[in-house]
């Protein structure tokens, strides 16, 4: 089975006893992947639902809807079970999401909760090609520019990079959430990180010399 080469063996071999009728071996596969599955749901949770919706809310529902469509998942599996988990707790965010924020409205220019030493690493990299960035801001300050910067973006640019660079997706793995070759997931990928680091550009960022 290629297109399942990208999980682990213990999830393999955890799906073969779900599949042979162990329930114990369900809760062991959910509670492996309980952490990836929050970190998917924080990056993309609204600021303006952290009051009402918590990301272990979406995760929560998000197993629940993965037991009732394990049989069928079992029977053909269409891709690896990590991302077939992640499309589905993505899917109830949005679901979830809708019901609280009005729908289609973006707010341009906000910042997104992202890490902000993973976000800084990003600035780091797109704009500095030396150790250290030269006339730029404190770590922080670069993080929280990244941060918006990324929120500005388009949606297909900004998942590219969240799967990328914070989820910690392969190319390989980012091909198969979006349905697309290996080559054009990288294309893609770098695309988005030229766009990103032209609006970086435009906040008055200069590139480090070598």
Do not use: C
């Not at 080469?5 to 071996?25: F, I, K, Q, W």
């Not at 030493?117 to 030396?130: C, F, H, K, V």
């Not at 959430?177 to 032209?198: D, M, N, Q």
């Amino acid at each position: 089975m290629d297109h399942l080469t990208t999980d682990s063996e213990l999830t393999r071999r955890l799906l073969g006893h779900v599949r042979e009728g162990h329930p114990a071996a369900m809760d062991e596969l959910f509670a492996r992947y309980r952490a990836f599955l929050r970190q998917v749901i924080e990056l993309r949770l609204d600021p303006k639902l952290r009051q009402r919706l918590d990301a272990s809310d979406v995760v929560q529902e998000a197993q629940i809807e993965a037991a009732r469509r394990m049989p069928a998942y079992l029977e053909d599996p269409p891709i690896p079970f990590r991302l077939w988990l992640r499309q589905i707790a993505f899917d109830r965010l949005i679901m979830m999401r809708r019901r609280h924020v009005e729908a289609g409205r973006r707010a341009l220019g906000r910042e997104l909760p992202l890490p902000d030493e993973s976000s800084a690493q990003l600035g780091q990299r797109l704009l500095a090609r030396g150790s250290a960035p030269s006339q730029q801001l404190a770590r922080r300050e670069l993080g929280g520019k990244v941060r918006r910067a990324v929120a500005r973006l388009g949606d297909d640019d900004r998942e590219i990079l969240l799967m990328r660079n914070f989820e910690g997706l392969s190319n390989q793995e980012v091909a198969r959430v979006f349905s697309i070759e290996p080559g054009t997931a990288s294309k893609r990928y770098g695309r988005a990180l030229l766009r990103l680091r032209e609006l970086l550009l435009d906040e008055g960022f200069t590139e480090t010399p070598e």
